[in-house]
């Protein structure tokens, strides 16, 4: 219990942190709605590409360094596809390119190297990344793609009776949130409902036990990667049909890396929870701390969103390595 | 209980009755392979009348014995009923039961057919068929590990049924005319009792006795076919054979039997029994586990759970009897219905139960009140084997911790100047199976069955029972002292696991204290208090100290009784040892052993009567394998205050 | 022993003239012993002796440099553990390797994976096909759950049941896979003695009723002589003795190699 302490007191001064704004009147409520609700949209594609890590960590000890590399070359596939065809059948014939992708990264990457030492692996995931990048501009192409929802992107008042002047919600962005909550429950689902999910876990428990009883590791790694690159896929359409596709997309990946050190590398449930923390702290901080610190100290401002989710993860490091939801590490004598 | 049973004087008749007017309803439901199976009334009873027409092939007359060895089964419950149809006698016998502990109940009833439920029963039974030559057919429920077993005696339950059904379809008339020659006063079943010396006596209880009393308690209830009982206890014991065939039969309710002994719980918070039935140890073991996992849960929650059950013990047990409650306690009590009570109820598989009773011991008060307190109606009830259990229930409203309520309608209770309780009541056994000797020191001939139990009606008609008449003496003036009354007060501190009572012929009471390990174990733990074992922590004065205080509290409550006033607990030493049965000081039912351990320690009850402050004892033990040896201690000897019976309001 | 309910057969696997070294330690030198099927087999030896190298070697984890592994007549090299399970070989671990992440239910149903047959799309839609499969593998594992006594604990995350009952658990899940061979890898180990009888008990009558043809391995003597048809014995990685436990106790090589070390 008294080692929770750290935790129970840095989450504390998070819950203080996030209320302040509201408590000192420094916002008004409406507006700070606003921002809570920007960031908790922001939150959810963090959490979408945490996920794909988590997944595939669990599953096969991997750390995929191509995580990034693989939402980008999906958005870029889906773009392009959709240039050609109705959305949904490019957003079909994505997922085929997607499962096919993890296909080849077992055969080519993984098989070869599996006993090899983790790092062995990461590298090589490292090199998937570059190479995804380029090979899918090579692909693709280099320009800066639309994907078109279908969704007006014109934002609408609601709440109007409740906050003054009403809150702007964007319908995309409610529409996203939607999917990415119905594509969290069908994973779910998947996972504890299914005969192959329940193979999964038993993958990500112990190998040789899963192996001993008949599971093929190899197809479950398969399996893994193209989940991962299922939710790849549609991290990528929803960021691509705010921002449009482009290179910046496979940064996500940087911002993914402090969520699931927060949340904890072999925990879907850390992966959901840390996205929305950092999606909510970084908005936040860029809004409220922004401000304060350029009156205080006199300060630029600005770029709070670019260091604020690495700082807050180096804080979770320091005082609970595992992350919020990560299993302590215990070595098996 | 809409139907009228006129007539219907046998549970034959019953089971033939309900098949038609609620066939489709369950009867009987078990959990198997993870599923609950559903009996219908119709199906019971074509089981039964198939497995009696089995029975009948084989041979069973009218007259005849069937032995049931095993656990509540639907196809046990069967075959009782099967028995019962062909006139003949059904034994329920105890499951755990060693194999020896068998022979004399199959020799003395002189057995020929048994049902045993499983492997493990057969191998008993197969292992005492030298000593019973009588047994000649055994069938088994469960084949399981079976196919091996070549002896001439064995056969399959499926096989007796099938060839049961075949004989019923070429004479679907087979039965009924052995059904109708069944009449009330034809024996039902026989139970054993285990006698603390000596060989067990087979009670004999005929069909109205059982229905009879078993129609009382429904009646008093309103028990209906929408009730539901969990069948958990051996079904060889009356207290839950009464409950899961007797009054089943009379109000058409559903059993269920649970999977396996251990998933009683699991099985109880799905099927969501309406009537229940657990002897006092059973709720101790249940409140001892809500206990430990409230310990292990976080602060908030056990914060909650202190603060919800305090309020509970305040003024559940009012909210429960309908007495008056101010405003702002029962709105809290509803909340805390909603955050605790509830769920814990919920936990205990006790969320439908509208009568749950206690007996067969002393419940200890404190246990009582929590049931009580969050909700459950639980009652206390006092019978035994040979009134067909029901003679006095506390009626819903007039529930008290210390006694057990008044008489059931049909029964009378009467005293004799000892003060054992008599009682005359249509549930009376019929006799001992033969051992008229010992039939005619129970019943008189006016047909009042002495209970052996000393207690007294107090002011509103209730039964009290304090002790064994046996049991019960007097001190050197004549005050009255009730050594077993006196224990259970002090054992239901959780502090005390075994109290002995000295007092006999004697000045003044004296006790001997055993410390529950675990209990003050953990409480010198939380004071820092170092101890080496039972013998060292049993030594320490504090100890002592915490003892006292609960013996004191036992004296306070006895001075408020005018028949016990007298009796109080003047001094008391706390075991250098533990005693257990091996060392012959318990019974293997955990019962003390008072005369053994006052012979055994003479010394010490001398020195506690006489005054001495120290006494040095050497004893000798048995260990776990068979060694012995000498474990030697100084005890110390304490005295405990009086109190006068004036001055018990301010001690309390 | 004298009742059993599968009287015993052929030879079902043959281990035949296996080395194993990692770098330059040899594990095991030119063992080679046969299982017939239904039987009781025990390696048994000291610690060190191989035993566990022996077992890894026919579940398909170690892949010797010399021999040859005969399982149902066909031989195999380089099998993995996956294949050797679809073969119909399962086995149980020493050190318990049980999906913790999960309740001892699923855990079974674990053991029943490589006989589903339904694609993941009904599986994920649990329609049809898949869902009567997954009752019918349902029933198969409540049938083991009731055989080994565990239905108390189904709902149970294993990592909270007590060490003997994820014994059980493990042996279990094994069971599920509906082996002709099942290996347990010391099955008593770090038990108390009533939770090696039970264990004695499950053993025998696995064998009995499911006419499984089971190796053990243990180091426990006592045990193994009450179970056992035939014991192999191992020292150094050799074979020291093969035969009854009657045979096996009055060999003086067994009993130089097990009075050197105390026991």
């Given at each position: 219990m008294a080692r929770n302490w750290p935790v129970v007191l840095l989450c504390a001064a998070l819950l203080v942190g996030l209320a302040l704004p509201l408590a000192t009147g420094a916002s008004p409520p409406g507006f700070y709605v606003e921002v809570l609700l920007g960031g908790l949209m922001t939150g959810v594609l963090y959490s979408l590409v945490a996920m794909g890590f988590a997944l595939i960590f669990k599953a096969s000890?991997?750390?995929?360094?191509a995580q990034g590399a693989m939402v980008l070359f999906a958005a870029l596939a889906v773009a392009r596809l959709a240039e050609r065809m109705p959305l949904w059948a490019a957003i079909l014939l994505g997922i085929v390119v997607m499962i096919a992708l993890a296909f080849v990264i077992e055969r080519v990457v993984l098989r070869p190297l599996v006993n090899q030492e983790g790092i062995a692996l990461f590298m090589a995931t490292l090199g998937v990344t570059f190479f995804l990048d380029g090979f899918g501009q090579t692909v693709w192409g280099s320009d800066i793609y639309k994907i078109d929802?279908?969704?007006?992107k014109e934002p609408v008042m609601v709440l109007q009776g409740l906050f003054q002047g009403g809150i702007l919600i964007n319908k995309e962005d409610v529409a996203a949130a939607l999917v990415a909550v119905a594509l969290v429950a069908v994973l779910a689902l998947f996972f504890q409902k299914t005969a192959t999910g329940r193979a999964l876990r038993a993958v990500a428990d112990d190998h040789q036990a899963a192996q001993s009883i008949g599971i093929p590791l190899n197809r479950m790694w398969v399996i893994v990667w193209s989940v991962a690159g299922i939710v790849a896929l549609v991290a990528g359409v929803i960021w691509g049909s705010r921002l449009?596709?482009?290179?910046?997309?496979?940064?996500v990946a940087l911002k993914a890396l402090p969520v699931v050190i927060l949340g904890g590398l072999t925990s879907v449930t850390g992966a959901i929870v840390g996205g929305l923390i950092i999606g909510v702290g970084e908005k936040m901080a860029e809004v409220f701390l922004g401000p304060v610190l350029v009156k205080t100290f006199d300060l630029a401002g600005g770029g709070i969103e670019n260091w604020f989710a690495y700082v807050l993860a180096l804080l979770f490091l320091l005082v609970r390595p595992q992350g919020l939801f990560g299993e302590k590490h215990i070595d098996r004598v | 209980m809409a139907d009228s049973l006129a007539g219907l004087d046998t549970f034959p008749k019953l089971l033939a009755h309900h098949a038609k007017?609620?066939?489709?309803?369950?009867?009987l439901r078990e959990k198997s392979l993870g599923i609950w199976q559903t009996w219908s009334w119709k199906r019971f009873a074509d089981e039964a009348r198939a497995f009696a027409c089995g029975l009948a092939a084989a041979g069973f007359k009218r007259g005849d014995h069937l032995a049931i060895v095993g656990d509540n089964r639907p196809r046990l419950y069967a075959a009782m009923c099967a028995a019962q149809c062909l006139g003949g006698i059904p034994v329920p016998m105890y499951q755990d039961a060693a194999a020896a502990e068998m022979a004399f109940p199959i020799q003395n009833a002189g057995v020929e057919f048994a049902l045993a439920e499983d492997q493990e029963q057969v191998d008993k039974l197969l292992e005492i068929l030298p000593q019973c030559p009588a047994l000649k057919r055994i069938y088994y429920d469960?084949?399981?590990?079976?196919?091996?077993y070549k002896q001439p005696q064995l056969a399959p339950y499926d096989t007796l049924l099938e060839q049961g059904r075949a004989a019923l379809a070429r004479?679907?008339?087979?039965?009924e005319t052995e059904i109708a020659k069944g009449?009330?006063?034809?024996?039902?079943a026989m139970f054993f009792t285990s006698g603390t010396t000596g060989n067990p006596k087979g009670v004999v209880l005929t069909h109205h006795a059982l229905i009879d009393r078993a129609a009382a308690a429904a009646e008093l209830e309103g028990l209906s076919d929408r009730d539901i009982v969990i069948a958990y206890l051996p079904p060889a014991w009356i207290g839950q054979n009464i409950f899961s065939y007797a009054q089943s039969f009379v109000t058409g309710y559903c059993i269920c039997c649970p999977e396996s002994a251990e998933t009683v719980m699991t099985d109880m918070r799905e099927i969501g029994p309406t009537y229940y039935f657990a002897p006092p140890r059973v709720l101790e073991a249940l409140l001892t586990q809500v206990s430990i996992r409230m310990e292990d849960a976080g602060a908030i929650k056990r914060g909650l759970y202190r603060y919800f059950m305090a309020l509970a013990q305040r003024v559940g047990g009012a909210i429960l009897d309908g007495r008056p409650v101010g405003a702002a306690d029962r709105l809290l009590y509803r909340l805390g219905d909603l955050l605790v009570y509830g769920p814990l109820r919920n936990v205990l598989g006790m969320?439908?139960?509208r009568v749950a009773y206690t007996a067969g011991e002393a419940i200890g008060p404190d246990l009582f009140k929590f049931y009580r307190s969050i909700g459950i109606n639980l009652k206390q009830l006092y019978g035994s084997t040979e009134t067909s259990v029901f003679v006095c229930i506390q009626p819903n409203g007039q529930v008290r911790a210390d006694t057990v309520g008044p008489a059931v309608k049909g029964v009378e209770l009467k005293f004799t100047p000892q003060r054992e309780l008599l009682i005359r009541s249509p549930?009376?056994?019929?006799?001992y199976y033969k051992n008229p000797q010992a039939t005619l020191e129970a019943k008189d001939p006016e047909g009042w069955?002495?209970?052996?139990d000393a207690g007294y009606l107090d002011q509103e008609g209730h039964l009290k029972i304090i002790d064994r008449v046996k049991d019960v003496g007097t001190l050197a003036d004549g005050t009255l002292f009730a050594p077993k009354y006196l224990e259970n007060k002090l054992k239901f501190?959780?502090?005390?696991k075994e109290a002995v009572m000295f007092g006999h012929g004697r000045d003044r009471v004296c006790a001997f204290v055993n410390i529950d390990m675990e209990a003050v174990g953990s409480w010198a733990e939380k004071r820092n208090?170092?101890?080496?074992g039972y013998t060292d922590l049993a030594s320490r004065d504090e100890v002592f100290e915490l003892v006292r205080e609960c013996v004191e509290k036992v004296n306070a409550d006895l001075a408020a009784e005018p028949e016990l006033a007298?009796?109080?607990?003047?001094r008391f030493l706390i075991l250098h040892k533990e005693l257990d049965a091996d060392d012959g000081?318990?019974?293997?039912?955990?019962?003390?052993?008072r005369g053994a351990i006052g012979d055994k320690y003479r010394e010490l009850v001398e020195a506690l009567h006489d005054g001495r402050q120290v006494v040095h004892v050497e004893t000798q033990v048995r260990y776990e394998d068979g060694r012995t040896g000498l474990t030697s201690a100084d005890l110390k000897l304490r005295d405990a205050k009086i109190f006068s019976p004036a001055g018990a309001k301010k001690a309390a | 022993m004298s009742q059993r309910g599968n009287p015993i057969g052929e030879v079902i696997l043959s281990v035949e003239g296996v080395s194993l070294a990692f770098g330059g330690v040899r594990?095991?030198?030119d063992v080679s012993f046969e299982v017939r099927e239904h039987e009781v087999r025990a390696i048994i030896g000291p610690n060190g002796a191989g035993k566990s190298s022996m077992l890894n070697v026919i579940n398909g984890v170690y892949h010797p440099q010399q021999g040859t592994i005969r399982f149902l007549g066909q031989t195999y090299h380089d099998m993995d553990p996956h294949e050797t399970a679809l073969a119909g070989i399962a086995r149980t671990f020493q050190n318990l390797a049980l999906f913790?992440?999960?309740s001892v239910l699923e855990n079974i149903l674990t053991g029943r994976n490589l006989r589903m047959r339904a694609n993941l799309l009904l599986q994920a839609l649990r329609a049809g096909p898949a869902l009567r499969e997954e009752i019918e593998h349902r029933e198969r594992v409540e049938h083991i759950i009731d055989f080994l006594e565990i239905q108390p604990w189904?709902?149970?995350?294993?990592?909270?049941?007590?060490y003997g009952l994820q014994k059980r658990v493990d042996l279990a899940r094994a069971l599920a896979m509906e082996p002709r061979v099942l290996l347990l890898?010391?099955?008593?180990?770090?038990?108390?003695l009533e939770e090696k009888q039970d264990m004695c008990r499950f053993i025998l009558d696995v064998n009995d009723h499911f006419g499984t043809t089971i190796v053990l391995i243990e180091h426990d003597m006592g045990v193994v002589m009450d179970i056992s048809d035939r014991v192999v014995v191992l020292d150094y990685g050799k074979k020291i003795g093969d035969g009854t436990p009657h045979e096996v106790r009055a060999s003086q090589a067994v009993i130089d190699a097990y009075l050197g070390v105390s026991h």
């Open positions: 000890g991997v750390f995929n360094f929802l279908g969704i007006a449009g596709v482009q290179f910046s997309v496979s940064l | 007017a609620r066939g489709a309803l369950p009867a469960d084949p399981r590990g079976m196919r091996h004479d679907p008339a087979l039965l009449s009330g006063s034809d024996t039902a969320s439908r139960v549930g009376l056994f019929k006799e069955f002495h209970t052996g501190f959780p502090y005390v208090l170092p101890y080496s007298g009796s109080q607990i003047s000081e318990l019974t293997r039912t955990r019962k003390v052993r | 594990a095991l030198t913790k992440g999960m189904r709902k149970t995350p294993v990592g909270r049941l007590p890898d010391e099955p008593m180990a770090g038990m108390n």
